[in-house]
């Protein structure tokens, strides 16, 4: 138990640590459209000018280098990412350069590559910390049911069952909800890898509650049977 609090601690202290300059959020290895508008001696660009974009990794390493963007005639340009070019996660620093007749303009801007591509806010913090705390608790329940409950044992381990099911539900959502969070490589594989796991451990723990339900259930039948064919013919039980 301690160290399930612990773990709720941890998840309502560890933030996010991003640019207040982020532009937009982009889902990890998905293709994604990045607009920008040009702006040249305070008004938009017009219909023939040029932009070309830079980006760079979030290691500093050029992922785009001054390729030309395609304008949409309305102020704006875009330029299509594929999926293997929003990988890793973490922010990306870009630079336009537009070019509009005379004139010459470039616009930096940030953007950030995380797992699902939403803005990470205290609102959507809150309602993960709340899955965490109504999961738990009812896994809490099957748990005290298990210890105290005078039932029969086929009874008591379904409580175990399920109380160890609800508890990786629990880790899952709290797993899931930091990878999002964070930006670095390395722990949010180590997130992912622990919910694959968690998930696979998970439906084996199904897998087994159903399998002994149904032998349960068997069992039982059979028993009814044997009793019905013993009255059919005149049997006693032993």
Do not use: H
Not at 190 to 205: E, L
């Amino acid at each position: 138990m301690k160290k399930i609090i612990l773990i709720l601690m941890m998840s309502m202290f560890l933030i996010s640590l991003v640019s207040a300059e982020t532009s937009f959020y982009v889902q990890k290895e998905t293709n994604y459209t990045v607009k920008f508008s040009c702006e040249n001696n305070g008004g938009m660009c017009s219909a023939s000018a040029t932009c070309n974009i830079t980006i760079n990794y979030p290691n500093s390493t050029t992922l785009i280098d001054n390729q030309a963007t395609t304008n949409s005639n309305n102020g704006y340009f875009y330029y299509n990412l594929t999926s293997s070019q929003t990988t890793p996660s973490g922010e990306y620093s870009s630079r336009a350069s537009c070019i509009d007749g005379s004139l010459n303009a470039a616009t930096n801007f940030v953007y950030e590559v995380n797992p699902s591509g939403i803005r990470p806010s205290d609102q959507k913090t809150t309602s993960i910390s709340r899955g965490i705390y109504f999961t738990l608790v009812i896994a809490i329940l099957f748990f005290i049911a298990f210890l105290f409950s005078n039932q029969k044992i086929m009874v008591k381990w379904t409580y175990f069952s399920l109380f160890f099911m609800f508890f990786i539900i629990t880790l899952n959502i709290l797993f899931v909800g930091l990878q999002t969070e964070v930006v670095n490589t390395k722990i949010e594989r180590f997130f992912d890898g622990f919910t694959a796991i968690s998930w696979y451990i998970f439906w084996f723990a199904a897998g087994v509650l159903i399998i002994m339900w149904i032998f349960t259930f068997l069992q039982t039948w059979l028993y009814k049977k044997n009793l019905q064919n013993l009255k059919r013919f005149g049997g006693e039980m032993v």
